[in-house]
């Protein structure tokens, strides 16, 4: 059984090695080799077959340069602008991942991630002075006390519940205010401070749902680029069915059957719900459960 969750499988070689060398940005740069991925408002150049990728411009100067890594063995670079604000979520930025290939939009969310945490993470939070780029573009040290910063990740369970086995098992869907009409997700939360994984699983299908998670299986992991999480797909065994709905975190909850995740998943018409969209890994974990996962 194997699934590719959304966002993983870029071709890109992070190159760690190579980023410690002091002038390895411009070194890059000036070997004719290297390509440059343009990314205004963090939305990337396209050009109808997936990422633009182009020469460096000659008049960006060299420490806005942020080294992704390689691909095919070419330097691969984007630009941190200074000033630019946290990236936001939009409409567009959706229905551009739709067109874009698996390796392509796990590059670009890879790059979206990197450029928002630079600009969320400008100053020192040791000392509270400006910290610049180092290790071209994959860490910032603050020249003030000398703390170097990395960026982070920040983990988040999502699950299904599952109540009882075989080809009669259920799983525990539910949608939030915001979702397009008709769409169920799996549910979701962050890990806290000094939690683990099924620590983290069953507080939240108990918080959100009031179900008690048994026995729990891990299915699969992914980046999340909005703005960077890493995604912990679990699904969780119940032996009770109640649902005690928390409403500050659904809107509603209910279970669904093989065949009606089966008839989501293939958008047949008059299906129990609409499922989450293929990038998404709550789409990877209904299908895995389908599977056997």
Known sequence: MSFTPGFTGSALDRVETERLAPDIVPRLLGDGDALFL?????????NGAGLLWTPPPADIPEDQFVLLGRIAGRPRFTRLEPGRQGARRSPEIFAL???????DAATYGMARSLLDWHARHGFCAFCGQPSALIRAGWARQCPA?????????????IMLAEYGSGASAQVLIGRQPQFPAGRYSALAGFLEVGESIEGAVGRELFEEAGVRAGRIRYVASQPWPFPSQLMIACIAEVADQTITLDRNELEDAKWASRADVAAALEHVEGAAFLPPPPYAIANTLLRAWLEGA
């Open 145 to 157: 006390c000398g703390t170097e910063h990395y960026p982070r990740t920040d983990p988040v369970v």
């Open 38 to 46: 343009d990314m205004p408002d963090y939305l990337p150049a396209t």
């Open 97 to 103: 991942i739709d067109s874009l290939s698996a390796a």
